[in-house]
């Protein structure tokens, strides 16, 4: 109807969307054409308009222009800053709790309207994003550049059983697990998978955030038993593994075993990437990530996502609130314990 009073007289052929001008319909199109006409000099990443190249060469030039005037410290803290005001006034919705978007079916409220229209998709069961070359159809236009790598061989290892695909044939591999049997039970938040359901159920702490064992002495709580176990070590002042080289001792024998490595200088974990080596699997894997991109470990109020849980942890206390170190000096607190390092230098604690 909008169309034939001319309120928005400009239709998109692929997918119905009405413009009020020629210009937004022009760079609507792009979406299902996928050109991206305005490329930086500096790095060749191409855009879809003029204004987002601009947004995104502040990535370069370092200006950040939008400050949140009741977290300001803390997001200088912590390193995130807004480029776009657009980002700054979602943000603020992290303060307000406002959610001004609500969907109509279900009542659901979201803090963009961006992420409104991608819900409202379950209901409508609208998939705009299309394949050109197979002409699969996709609900977000994320999941479509992801598919496309299948045709341009960025992500070439499909799977047969569920469509879902990965950019190497060891990737896809530990996928099938699922599919066979031989690993049946996959975290739904990031893909991992894993042999046994108490295994699975563990590993969703890391997620949730949920922490079931708590200790009596000082109230630390703990994802897992074997943690907990350990962590009550620190109070007894238990050390059992003692290492025969130079008689240090540890809680647990994974720790005596790395730092036996110390003594020999093995480093059996090797990068295939780059080829740095570690003395145990778990900084490898960490290290993997720099790679891959990967970051497990996201924050449900905002968005960001780490690579280490340590830095997700600290995060937090950004919407918490909480600042756990404190100066025994003057009595001001900090978010991590290297920022309370750093001031204690002024008391005269340590000199740099």
Wanted: aromatic share 8%; glycine share 8%; hydrophobic share 25%.
């Amino acid at each position: 109807m909008e169309i034939h009073i001319a309120k928005r007289p400009h239709e998109c052929k692929v997918c119905g969307k009405v413009f009020k001008k020629a210009s937004h319909l022009t760079v609507h199109r792009r979406i299902h054409s996928g050109e991206k006409p305005y490329e930086c000099e500096d790095c060749g990443k191409a855009f879809k308009t003029t204004s987002a190249l601009s947004v995104h060469r502040r990535i370069h030039s370092g200006d950040k222009p939008y400050e949140c005037k009741q977290c300001g410290k803390t997001f200088t803290e912590c390193g995130k800053a807004f480029r776009i005001v657009a980002d700054l006034t979602r943000h603020r919705r992290i303060h307000s709790g406002e959610r001004p978007y609500e969907c109509e079916e279900c009542g659901k409220a979201f803090r963009s309207a961006s992420s409104l229209t991608a819900h409202r998709r379950i209901h409508t069961g609208e998939r705009p994003y299309k394949c050109k070359e197979c002409g699969k159809a996709f609900t977000e236009s994320s999941s479509l550049t992801k598919h496309r790598g299948i045709h341009s061989g960025e992500r070439p290892y499909e799977c047969k059983m569920c469509g879902r695909v990965f950019k190497k044939a060891a990737s896809l591999s530990n996928h099938k697990r699922i599919h066979i049997g031989k690993r049946p039970h996959e975290c739904k938040v990031c893909g991992k998978v894993f042999k046994k359901a108490a295994h699975l159920t563990v590993h969703r702490r890391i997620h949730s955030g949920e922490k079931p064992y708590e200790c009596e002495d000082c109230g630390k709580s703990f994802v897992s038993d074997s943690n907990f176990i350990r962590h009550k070590r620190i109070h007894s002042g238990e050390k059992p593994y003692a290492c025969k080289e130079c008689g240090k001792a540890f809680n647990v024998t994974s720790t005596l075993t790395a730092h036996r490595r110390i003594h020999s200088g093995e480093r059996p974990y090797e990068c295939k990437e780059c080829g740095k080596s570690f003395r145990v699997t778990s900084t490898l894997s960490v290290h993997r990530r720099i790679h891959s991109g990967e970051r497990p470990y996201q924050c449900k109020e905002c968005g960001k996502a780490f690579r280490v849980m340590s830095g997700f942890i600290a995060h937090k206390r950004i919407h918490t609130g909480e600042k756990p170190y404190e100066c025994k000096e003057c009595g001001k607190s900090f978010i991590q314990a290297s920022n309370l390092t750093v001031h204690m230098r002024i008391h005269g604690e340590e000199r740099p």
